[in-house]
């Protein structure tokens, strides 16, 4: 197939994709012109690069579709529930239609499906009834927010300025302020450096929440409240708001046409981006190696070259890595048409709400997370939600609620996906486990240690088996995906509340900071983000081989381990051993090692087959002088050494 | 009239970091190694900002947080605590305590000045 095929079929799947969110969106609220309009774009596109790329069925096709969104666009018809269910399988017909390639020269002779398709619309398009006319062109991207913000009362007390936060808010688009100061008491009783002030702020702005919330993040101990009202355009629901909006709405239009403008992209292909990153990868190890020869050869030019470049490496790879950095909502949004089939498709209903999607992860990561959540969102709608029945009977809301969350934490992306279904059975999945054998029938454990079990593979509690889940190939695969990227699964569940699966990820698969360490002469490299800080290993700890292993830093008493020992290496007669102090979990821990080197960026390597399957080691590298240094996991780390010391005592 | 920032840190390395990036920017920048110390220095000159260290002998970051929350001479004056990303718990403690901010090491830069002006303005 040639290259400009290739990229248009890559453009389509994309445009389809795109246009399934739209018209889900569009089934929500069937007046909004923006999302007619951007339906129409996307057929119209499709169409016109259709012909051109000899999809001429195709184009003919999308014809009639295109010319029903035209009559709604021109006021002519309005949007029905029909009209979105067609409008749905057509979509599912183009993407066939696409899948099986150019038409040949002589044409594609009709088919059955294509013509009752078409039958079926011109049908519909007959029958459309003249809707009021909608409302001007509408401006997706400036988005109204109604914010309430109350800072904690020691908030100025504590260095907080709430006249910054206004500003930086008001930074973010068109803001309107009011003060609410009926709180102030009287003057006898004014203790001036208490804050008794609110505010309520209307923001018209191109910005997401994300941004909004950044504003406040250090003033997350008062009250917030940020409610986004929908795009500028549509009638604003809050009560209060409807006054002001009027004066800001029309810059607001003018300033959304200017965005477009302003930031263009490009598109290329995934493969290259890989290539990009390895070569990034290769180019930081040679740094090291540069910086290693300059250390040893004392030349200040020569030094002062290395420093230089190192500066430019480390911006390059922030650089890249930000280019591979690619939007959650690239995910979630595919799963509004998944929760809309699977619970019709079970006789459920259910509402799924998304936050956070314009949290940014790699993109190696966003491409491998789509399996595992839908044996998520699957198991939620398929075990945890009851059918509308029992929810009635149990007093719970018919329509049941699925979170999809994702945020930044630190070096982390948390998405977790919440239910408020019937929670896990704690008793059910103990009989299961046992009858599985994962669990011995005497053996104690906690709710929480049994609802870890669902990971286990070949697990199942599914009273029958179903097209969409209770294979019991689900959750295992999920946490098999989720360790390969480095990650972790979390379940918690409430009895009658619900469940919710947390994936915690890195933000990047590629080049992390470490610590250089030695252990008996062996280099290792530990993830900085998870070390806190280096100290020395007293003398009178050195001479002690065994007894408790537990050292006073700071009035404190941290936990330490031996690593030479935990390896089974040789002791080195070192007299300035160091312990590296890290936090798993909000435990410290010490590590004792002979040597720290220093910092290190590190590019991982996957570990060689016969280094996989260890306990500790997370990946590998390769340091300045080429030889090869093994990446440790701290969490497996501590976990195996507590879970020793726990055999010894 | 330039603005005083207290940095208060065991480590020299960090007391200059912050001196290098802040002083060129017009601040003034005065160190203190650890929270005794940043006491006595608070006491006997004007500061507008304190950047302060979690662990640190003698008196440790959030001692030291509370101490100067309990002395009404340093109301409103903003403090950025240090911390590193395993640290998060530690953090909610000096949120509670009174830090108004904090800042994840390893940072850089741009990112010391931007927690800077959005606490300064």
Known sequence: ?649 | MTKTILSVDDSKSIRDMIGFTLEPRGFTVIGAADGVEGLAKLGSQPVNLVVCDLNMPNMNGIEMVRKMRADRRFDGIPIVMLTTEAQKEKMMEAKQAGATGWLVKPFDEAKLVAVVNKLLG
Not at chain 1, 116 to 141: F, H, N, W, Y
Not at chain 1, 463 to 473: A, E, N
Not at chain 1, 592 to 601: I, K, L, Y
């Open chain 1, 1 to 649: 197939m040639n290259p400009a095929t290739q990229s248009f079929i890559q453009e389509a799947s994309e445009i389809l994709e795109g246009l399934d969110v739209t018209l889900l969106e569009l089934e929500a609220s069937p007046t909004d012109s923006a999302r007619i309009d951007a339906v129409f774009r996307a057929l119209h596109t499709l169409k016109g690069s259709g012909a051109m790329f000899g999809f001429t069925a195709l184009s003919k096709f999308l014809h009639h579709f295109e010319n029903a969104f035209d009559r709604i666009r021109s006021g002519e018809g309005t949007v029905s529930a029909d009209l979105i269910q067609l409008s749905l399988a057509s979509r599912d017909h183009m993407e066939r239609m696409i899948a099986r390639g150019p038409d040949p020269e002589a044409g594609r002779p009709p088919d059955a499906e294509t013509d009752a398709l078409v039958e079926k619309i011109r049908r519909l398009v007959e029958t459309m009834q003249p809707g009021s006319a909608p409302a001007s062109d509408g401006t997706p991207t400036m988005r109204r927010f109604v914010i309430d913000f109350r800072p904690s009362p020691d908030a100025m007390r504590n260095g907080l300025r709430p006249d910054l936060l206004l500003a930086e808010l008001a930074d973010l688009g068109t803001a309107d302020i009011t003060c609410l100061g009926h709180h102030v008491p009287a003057l006898e009783d004014l203790d001036p450096t208490v804050c008794h002030l609110a505010w309520h702020v209307v923001l018209v702005t191109g910005a997401g929440r994300g941004e909004i919330e950044e504003v406040f993040l250090f003033a997350s101990d008062g009250d917030l409240e940020i409610t986004e009202l929908g795009p500028v355009g549509e009638p604003a629901s809050a009560p209060g708001s409807a006054s002001e909006e009027t004066p800001a709405a029309p810059e607001a239009a003018q300033a959304a046409e200017q965005v477009p403008s302003k930031s263009t992209s490009v598109r290329v292909q995934s493969h290259r981006l890989d290539e990009l990153m390895d070569q990034l990868g290769e180019l930081v190890i040679a740094q090291a190696r540069l910086n290693r020869i300059s250390s040893d050869v004392q030349d200040s030019a020569l030094a002062g070259v290395a420093e230089e470049i190192e500066r430019l490496v480390t911006g390059l790879r922030d650089a890249t890595l930000s280019i591979r950095m690619l939007p959650v909502e690239l995910v979630f949004g595919k799963f509004r048409r998944v929760v809309r089939d699977l619970s019709g498709e079970l006789g459920k209903q259910v509402k799924l709400d998304t936050r956070g999607g314009e949290t940014e992860v790699d993109k190696n990561v966003i491409d491998s997370l789509t399996e595992p959540l839908v044996h998520i969102i699957r198991n939620a709608i398929d075990h945890g939600i009851e059918s509308p029945q029992e929810r009635a009977a149990r007093g719970k809301p018919e329509h049941a609620l699925v979170k999809m969350q994702a945020r930044q934490s630190g070096g982390e992306v948390l998405i977790s996906v919440t239910d408020d279904g019937a929670g896990l059975d704690a008793e059910a999945i103990r009989a299961r486990a046992i009858e599985r054998g994962l669990l011995a029938a005497d053996q104690e454990a906690s709710d929480e240690q049994l609802y870890n079990l669902i990971f286990e593979p070949g697990f199942s509690t599914a009273k029958s088996l179903s097209s969409v889940s209770g294979r019991g190939v689900g959750m295992d695969a999920v946490r098999r995906v989720i360790e390969d990227l480095r990650g972790v699964v979390e379940v918690k569940s409430r009895p009658g509340l619900g469940t919710q699966v947390t994936l915690r990820l890195p933000l990047t698969l590629a080049i992390i900071d470490g610590l250089l360490v030695k252990v008996a002469g062996v280099p290792f490299v530990l993830p900085l983000s998870s070390v806190e800080e280096c100290v020395d290993l007293p003398a009178d700890e050195k001479a002690r081989e065994s007894g408790r292993a537990l050292l006073r830093i700071r009035d404190e008493l941290v936990p330490y381990v031996n690593l030479d020992t935990l390896f089974g290496f040789d002791r080195l007669d070192e007299d300035d051993r160091r312990i590296v102090v890290s936090s798993v979990d909000g435990k410290r821990m010490g590590l004792v090692v002979d040597e720290v080197v220093g910092q290190h960026q590190t590019v991982i390597k996957p570990l060689s087959i016969y280094h996989r399957g260890i306990e500790g080691l997370s990946g590998s590298t390769i340091l300045g002088d080429g030889s090869v240094a093994m990446i440790l996991d701290v969490t497996a780390l501590v976990k195996r050494a507590q879970a020793a010391r726990r055999v010894a005592a």
